[in-house]
């Protein structure tokens, strides 16, 4: 009792020296997390403190602090019964990124275990769970003992976050997102370590977007939070490493739940649009790199396009969504996931070239459609969203389909249709189309 009186006296303290630029120790940090959870320290304080980091920063070592303290204010998972490295991939989040559902069974058929803890879409970005669950009869939501038995029996589950893992991140993340103190990279940071930390793994990739569809939006804030995610996540003892990936347009041709389970569950045989496959396989080498399971990434590679043209990864996704309670067979037929009754067609209104598509445009399209949320309590609608006819690039004429919209309201399409069109440029020079991978950021 009067360690938890002289820590509320002292909660207004540490607020006044991070807010003149002090560094805060390991113990100020642990008591302003344990407080924040117990009550005594009140939300107005914490967002209080959040803004004062938001200005004033963190180094690596409060990073560090404020992670583990997160992670520790709830149940961190053991996965010790399990032999194989236990790998998970965390993306900051794009449009169209659908690279979750393909990557986690060709790392798994690989020999790594992978522990997916996936999130739902939220304004313009879609959600790994949302996508899952227009497979008929998919469960996300698993006990921690069939998270486990799953893990053990198939070696890959894929879920929602559990309430009990870092718990403080949650209660965090709600005040800064009404105080203006998101974007701040030490909090970034720990947010997203603390509850991949929680998981129980020992080695992470993390994906983070850089363009007009991510959060990120210039590459030296994007190099920055990578290196920052890196350095902690390593400083905590696991293997950590980033890909710097452009999200400057849609990732592949879908956006939209069914549409995009469709076009991952195509890179698993073999098909799937070019970029999906090189971030996809890109992203699995890293995994299979700092799981050590394989010595270069050329070994990598190879062992990837073995298991997918071999049919391994889609076996082992197969054996995913039977365990899930879904229906295997759409893994065979994911041309059958059913799409929105309405469409509506976008064509082009010129000769020349695909010189832009902006994937932010499209994101609030597709979430106009019913695919997304702007409220966490919304519900999402499987079937809608857009399908995308050329990429960057591709040359036009006038009156060519360059997208279809799918809504299950009629009404929904005409406002879609206006903010689809407006996303594409034609121009009369072909653009240079690079590789989305920019970077790799390594300890
Ligand atoms: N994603 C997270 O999980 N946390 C953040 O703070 C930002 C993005």
Known sequence: MARKKRQL????????????GEKLGDQDIRDLVT????????????????????????????????????????????LDQIDAPKVDKHSTGGVGDKVSICLAPIV??????????????????GGTLDKLEA?????????????????????????????????????LYALRDVTGTVESIPLITSSILSKKLAEGIDALVLDVKVGRGAFMKTE?????????????????????????TDM??????????????????????????????????????????????????????????????????LQKMRAIVKA????????DAPDELAVARYRRTVTATADGYVTDIDPLEL????????AGRSRAEDVVDAGAGIRLHVQLGDPVRAGDELATLYASERGRLRGGADRVSASFRIGKRRPAVRSRIIATIRR
């Open 9 to 20: 006296l002292r909660v207004p303290e540490l607020i006044v020296r991070k807010r003149e």
């Open 35 to 78: 407080g924040f959870m117990d009550g005594s320290v009140a939300d107005y304080q914490m967002s209080a403190l959040a803004m004062a980091v938001y200005f004033r920063g963190m180094d690596f070592e409060e990073t560090v602090a404020m992670t583990l303290a997160m992670r520790d204010s709830g149940k961190v998972m053991s």
């Open 108 to 125: 798994a058929a690989c020999g790594v275990a992978v522990p997916m803890m996936s999130g739902r879409g939220l304004g313009h970005t």
């Open 135 to 171: 497979i008929p009869g998919f469960r996300v939501d698993l006990s921690v003992r069939e998270f486990r038995a799953q893990l053990r029996k198939v070696g890959c589950a894929l879920i929602g976050q559990t309430g009990d893992l870092a718990p403080a991140d949650k209660r």
């Open 220 to 244: 030296a804030d994007a190099r920055e939070l990578a290196r920052c995610l890196v350095r902690v996540g390593t400083l905590a003892g696991k293997r950590v490493s980033a890909l710097l």
């Open 248 to 313: 400057n347009a849609p990732i592949g041709y879908t956006i939209g739940n069914a549409l995009e389970t469709t076009e991952a569950l195509g890179v698993l045989h073999g098909q799937g649009p070019d970029d999906l496959r090189e971030l996809t396989y890109e992203l699995a080498a890293e995994m299979l790199r700092v799981a050590e399971v394989t010595k270069s990434k050329s070994q990598a590679l190879r062992r990837i396009e073995r298991e997918v043209n071999g049919g391994a990864a």
């Open 324 to 331: 899930q309670g879904g229906d295997p067979r759409v893994v």
């Open 363 to 370: 994101g609030y399209a597709s979430m106009g459609l019913g």
